[in-house]
């Protein structure tokens, strides 16, 4: 068992404690969210340009934008909460919010504690590192320092190589030990890394990891809303159809990335 499964099921072990007992009438939370008008969407705030907190301290990005037009598409507010990656499921299960919007990879391990809604995008592993680096295939990460960030998918894949690595809290973190030379190499999605160093103006060199397929990022809730779950999948295939996510992407990503 990786460390990172470790920490995920304790997670979930202590977070069971604050919904024990719920009825499976009170566990359907589509009715109470509707009453209250606001749905808590939760993100790391460090994923540029997916979410980030801009110079008005306001959080931003293509999720808070996703998110904050489902709510709007199912007749409620959006509230934008901000928490450290490595502890965000256990938040989720300790009704500190009602959503992840924060480009979760959806995979089997979180599948079995968490329902997913979508993917509302696809993306893949890369691994990073500066130009007329030595690095140039997996092979070469052998006895180099990795960064990472942690709780990512990313992290359980780099143990389980047996690579050398840093673990940090976002994607700006990474970015800097990398062009400081602190880390030999980072690993992160594509896309996120792409667009950030291009935004900064930081070279880089990249390889995919070639036994990885392409995977969905998706919307995390509790267990047991499939009430929920239908109404923000509704919302997010209705902004597929009429144009509205398109317009997004192009505008935070640049590009359609479904």
């Given amino acids: 068992m990786t460390v990172r499964r470790t920490i995920l099921k304790s997670a979930i072990a202590a977070a069971s404690l604050a919904v024990f007992g719920l009825t499976a009438a009170a566990a359907e939370e589509l009715d109470t969210l509707k009453e209250k008008g606001v749905i808590r969407i939760s993100m790391s705030g460090a994923y540029p340009p997916f979410n980030f907190v ?121 970015l800097l030990e990398l062009e400081n030379g602190r880390v030999d190499a980072i690993v992160n999605d594509s896309i996120a890394a792409i667009l950030a160093m291009t935004a900064k103006g930081q070279e880089f060199a990249m390889f995919d990891d070639p036994d990885t397929k392409p995977f969905g990022a998706g919307i995390a809730i509790r267990e047991g809303n499939p009430e929920l779950a239908a109404a923000m999948q509704a919302a997010l295939d209705s902004m597929m159809e009429d144009g509205t996510y398109l317009a997004l992407a192009e505008k935070w990503i640049g590009a359609d990335i479904r």
């Fill in 54 to 174: 801009n110079d008005e301290n306001k959080v931003v990005g293509f999720d808070p934008a996703v998110g904050t037009e489902i709510a709007k598409r199912m007749g409620l507010e959006a509230e934008i909460v901000t928490t450290a990656w490595d502890g965000i499921i256990g938040g989720l299960l300790a009704n500190k919010y009602d959503a992840i919007v924060g480009s979760m990879t959806i995979t089997a391990e979180r599948d079995e504690v968490v329902d997913f809604v979508g993917p509302y995008y696809s993306d893949k592993r890369a691994i990073f590192t500066k130009p007329g680096s030595d690095i140039t295939s997996l092979a070469d990460l052998d006895g180099k320092k990795v960064g990472l960030t942690l709780g990512e998918t990313h992290e359980d894949w780099a143990r389980a190589q047996g690579y050398s690595i840093n673990t940090y809290k976002g994607l700006p973190e990474l």
